[in-house]
């Protein structure tokens, strides 16, 4: 087994050093997707929603979760981010989410995209709960990563 990045020698947690990395350009993508009811989704498609732009709150939330992600995720570096997008795209019965941090520095952004997409789901469920209290999240995951030291990596299909 590889050497847990995060356990110093006496197996306490630590917070990576990185001080001696290049800074590279790094991206990273991630998925996921929030399954409702027909009234719930059509309510949304068409901005109807009690709360008001269920998409638009849930984009601006995204884009300040992945901000915030060092304050969120134990042992991750606070980031200067350069971007970050979050996507909809409705499915059937479902809103997919899609987000993309990138930056140029010394350690990825796997857990900023992940970061936004999951609370960009949580939000589109605040938003539409009183539609839909059986709403379910599902499959959010790293999509893609690219630059750093291990390179690039795409999810299987």
């Given at each position: 087994m590889a050497e847990l990045t995060h356990l110093d020698h006496n197996g306490h947690a630590r917070m990576v050093d990185v001080g001696g990395k290049p800074d590279?350009?790094?991206?990273?993508?991630?998925?996921?997707?929030?399954?409702?009811?027909?009234?719930?989704?059509?309510?949304?498609?068409?901005?109807?929603?009690?709360?008001?732009?269920?998409?638009?709150?849930?984009?601006?939330?995204?884009?300040?979760?992945?901000?915030?992600?060092?304050?969120?995720?134990?042992?991750?570096?606070?980031?200067?981010?350069?971007?970050?997008?979050?996507?909809?795209?409705?499915?059937?019965?479902?809103?997919?989410?899609?987000?993309?941090?990138?930056?140029?520095?010394?350690?990825?952004?796997?857990?900023?995209?992940?970061?936004?997409?999951?609370?960009?789901?949580?939000?589109?469920?605040?938003?539409?709960?009183?539609?839909?209290?059986?709403?379910?999240?599902?499959?959010?995951?790293?999509?893609?990563?690219?630059?750093?030291?291990?390179?690039?990596?795409?999810?299987?299909?």
């Amino acid at each position: 087994m590889a050497e847990l990045t995060h356990l110093d020698h006496n197996g306490h947690a630590r917070m990576v050093d990185v001080g001696g990395k290049p800074d590279t350009t790094r991206t990273a993508t991630a998925t996921g997707r929030i399954a409702m009811a027909p009234a719930a989704l059509a309510a949304i498609r068409s901005g109807n929603a009690p709360k008001g732009d269920v998409l638009a709150a849930a984009r601006i939330a995204g884009i300040m979760a992945a901000k915030k992600t060092a304050e969120l995720i134990p042992l991750c570096h606070p980031l200067a981010l350069d971007s970050v997008t979050v996507d909809f795209v409705i499915e059937g019965d479902a809103v997919r989410a899609t987000a993309t941090a990138s930056l140029t520095g010394k350690t990825g952004v796997e857990m900023e995209a992940l970061t936004a997409t999951s609370v960009a789901l949580l939000t589109i469920y605040d938003m539409a709960k009183a539609l839909d209290k059986g709403m379910v999240i599902e499959n959010v995951r790293l999509l893609t990563k690219t630059g750093g030291k291990s390179g690039n990596w795409t999810a299987p299909e």
